[in-house]
Nanobody
Framework: QVQLVESGGGLVQAGGSLRLSCAAS????????MGWFRQAPGKEREFVAG????????YYADSVKGRFTISRDNAKNVGNLQMNNLKPEDTAVYYC??????????????????????WGQGTQVTVSS
């Protein structure tokens, strides 16, 4: 079992920044591919960013590319999502996810929700205009 706990959400004005963190436990962190998803009211959950087990490969949704940065610290068992130049349309509950499957190479990035088997409880991000 993997436990994921997000933190760092909050209220910020448009143009501002927030840094989300995801603390993982229960498995060797470097064996997990990590990702961030978000869900706005009335909308489906959508992929935001993903990172490979090694941390050397990342992938972003077009809507956040150039503004968000995903990273991980395998020594501290923590994943992060740095969000800059936030927009009101970024308002959502943000979820950290882990893919524990022993598949693919260390450089693979999981890009769809079906590929993730563990999820955090979510943290609210609200961007005011």
């Amino acid at each position: 079992q993997v436990q994921l706990v997000e933190s760092g959400g909050g209220l910020v004005q448009a143009g501002g920044s927030l840094r989300l963190s995801c603390a993982a436990s229960g498995r060797t962190f470097s064996n997990l591919r990590m990702g961030w998803f978000r869900q706005a009211p009335g909308k489906e959950r959508e992929f935001v960013a993903g990172i490979s087990r090694s941390g050397g490969n990342t992938y972003y949704a077009d809507s956040v590319k150039g503004r968000f940065t995903i990273s991980r610290d395998n020594a501290k068992n923590v994943g992060n999502l740095q969000m800059n130049n936030l927009k009101p349309e970024d308002t959502a509950v943000y979820y950290c996810a882990a893919d524990s499957r022993a598949l693919y190479s260390a450089t693979y990035v999981t890009r769809t929700s079906i590929g993730y088997d563990y999820w955090g409880q979510g943290t609210q991000v609200t961007v005011s205009s």
